[in-house]
């Protein structure tokens, strides 16, 4: 007996989550085939790549937390306690940790992105499998799929023992040794977790006759850019592409696509800034232009102050006094890296699955 063949769980724009959620790791893996010698085993990162990639996405991305925690007066003042706790404990702890060493501060925010973006990848494909009714075996497959996707790179960073043209912050953030066992019962457990999985979807599609698209291509778009970026590339250029382009894009689509369903559908408090951003899908332009802006201030302010590395980008910046003092570097630098820390943290705890009543849309709400 056929199964009713069910529609594909978008949260509420197919185009939207087709082009900037679901395709960015495509994009980014195809960019980098096309340019091997550019990308495969080069530290180098020309100016124009750095603007693009760290200030207009990575950092941006980071910012757009505010849209759905202190821009939106509704969440302010239903988690206000929460969203002054977090940027104050993460600034004491980043001050203490820069005290005791620089380098376990680094290590610290290198390890809690690590954490952040990790999840990231298993809530997306939570979202996208969250009308599916299998049983706790088969969601449980697809939970070490993803996080499979994800930890088997970090332990070959980590225990490889070969150099690496990239890092995730700064050099020695990462804990690096090198372990043949268990690169070798990793790598093992990586292929036969992936054939497992796919023996298991293609049961399923026999059995269901269904075929859950965006899903699978937030599966494959994991494996994909978390191997070539960390594994076959051993680049600066392609790890920092495949990682950043992968993680940030989704991210902010799926904050204005959200925060866009939630100012339609809910009757809260709207204001300027958020009619400007939401009430059409216009405000886009205004949504990535704060973003960038934002970005470019603290990165300005990280040039000026710390790195002194991109005075050509950040002339504005250049008059401010580059800090050497270590005890001044322990106040200033946990306090630039604050919006970082905050997002990664919070991140943990604003998102909830709610459905609202536009027509089978998602809105995700904390």
């Known amino acids: ?6 529609a594909q769980p978008w949260i509420g724009n197919r185009l939207a989550e087709s082009v900037f959620i679901l395709s960015p790791p495509f994009i980014a893996l195809l960019i980098v085939m096309l340019f091997p010698a550019e990308f495969k085993n080069s530290d180098h990162m020309p100016v124009a790549c750095w603007v693009l990639l760290i200030i207009m996405i990575d950092v941006a991305h980071v910012y757009s937390t505010l849209y759905r925690t202190y821009f939106n007066p509704n969440e302010l003042r239903q988690q206000h306690p929460l969203l002054i706790a977090v940027p104050l404990f993460c600034y004491i702890g980043g001050v203490l940790l820069y005290i005791w060493g620089g380098v376990f501060f680094w290590r610290a925010l290198a390890y809690l992105a690590v954490f952040h973006f990790v999840r990231q990848q298993y809530g997306f494909m939570r979202i996208y499998s969250r009308k599916e009714t299998h049983t706790k075996a088969i969601r449980l497959m697809d939970t070490v799929i993803i996080y499979t996707a994800t930890i088997y790179p970090l332990l070959y960073w980590h225990f490889s023992g070969t150099h690496h043209n990239f ?3 700064v050099d020695g953030d990462f804990l690096l040794t090198r372990s043949q066992i268990i690169l070798t019962v990793s790598k ?18 026999l059995a269901t006759r269904q075929f859950n698209l965006p899903k699978n291509l937030i599966v494959a778009g994991t494996l994909l850019s978390w191997y070539f970026g960390i594994i076959y590339y051993n680049g600066d250029m392609a790890f920092t592409t495949l990682n950043v382009v992968s993680h940030g894009i989704p991210y ?20 300027a800034l958020l009619r400007l951003t939401f009430s059409t899908y216009g405000g886009v332009v205004c949504f990535a232009a704060l973003l960038i802006f934002f970005a470019y201030v603290e990165e300005g302010l990280w040039d000026g102050l710390v790195w002194r590395e991109h005075s050509s980008v950040f002339h504005a910046f250049s008059i401010l006094p580059a800090i050497s003092a270590n005890f001044l570097l322990a106040l200033i630098v946990p306090l630039l890296a604050l919006p970082q820390s905050t997002h990664y943290v919070l991140d943990g705890f604003i998102w909830k699955l709610r459905k609202t009543q536009a027509e089978g849309k998602v ?3 904390s």
């Open 363 to 365: 809105t995700i709400q």
């Open 1 to 6: 007996m056929a199964h009713k063949a069910t």
């Open 167 to 169: 890092n995730w912050f």
């Open 252 to 271: 902010m689509a799926l904050i204005w696509l959200n925060e866009r369903n939630r100012y339609v559908t809910a009757k809260e408090q709207k204001t």
């Open 188 to 205: 093992w457990l990586y292929f036969l977790i992936i054939a497992m999985y796919v023996i298991k979807e293609g049961w399923m599609v």
